[in-house]
């Protein structure tokens, strides 16, 4: 019985957070509820903005990482974001998918990794145990199915290389606007 009401209580804050916390435009009362209710792992000078949506906390952010608005990240398995990541808005990244041919419709778990420097374009979505090389990016739109070597640009639906990127990246990231409204 004990562990029942454990997980209720933890579903609970997982609705609060997403469905109430997350709209909070500051992002210190945003930030303070993901790291100290759900436990999750979020590096000094990243910023989650308004309208994330977290499935499970299994997810460590780097520092100076960005998850836009609407990102949803699955956490059931385990997504790890490194440092200087940019997600941009609407990103799915799950960690957790079924076997379309078990006739006990069997999960396909795989935990996401994104290195350090990577950038992900609006829309795209990040399919379970993929890892994003350091300083790849992914075209706004695409279906990441395979592993991504470092600073390749892939895009498209399966994702596919469409280019390379410049390996000497020294930037820092840092975006948080007031109230969250894009005007900084």
Not at 38 to 57: C, D, E, P, Q, T
Request: contains cysteine; hydrophobic residues 40%; charged residues 15%.
């Amino acid at each position: 019985m004990e562990s029942v009401l454990k997980r209720i209580a933890k579903s609970a804050c997982f609705y609060f957070g997403n469905h109430v916390i997350a709209h909070v435009p500051f992002y210190w009362i945003r930030h303070c509820y993901y790291r100290n209710i759900l436990r999750m792992r979020i590096g000094r000078g990243s910023a989650v903005h308004m309208g994330a949506f977290f499935v499970w906390n299994h997810i460590t952010i780097g520092e100076n990482s960005i998850i836009n608005r609407q990102c949803y990240l699955d956490g059931r398995v385990g997504v790890e974001i490194g440092n200087n990541v940019s997600i941009s808005p609407q990103v799915m990244v799950l960690s957790l998918t079924h076997d379309k041919n078990s006739p006990y419709f069997a999960t396909i778990p795989g935990k996401v990794t994104i290195e350090d420097y990577t950038w992900i374009g609006s829309r795209a979505i990040i399919l379970q145990g993929v890892t994003l090389g350091r300083g790849c990016v992914v075209a706004a739109g695409a279906v990441v199915t395979k592993d991504v070597a470092p600073f390749c640009v892939i895009g498209g639906i399966p994702a596919k290389p469409i280019g390379t990127r410049n390996p000497n990246l020294e930037y820092t990231l840092n975006y948080q606007p007031w109230f969250d409204s894009d005007i900084s």
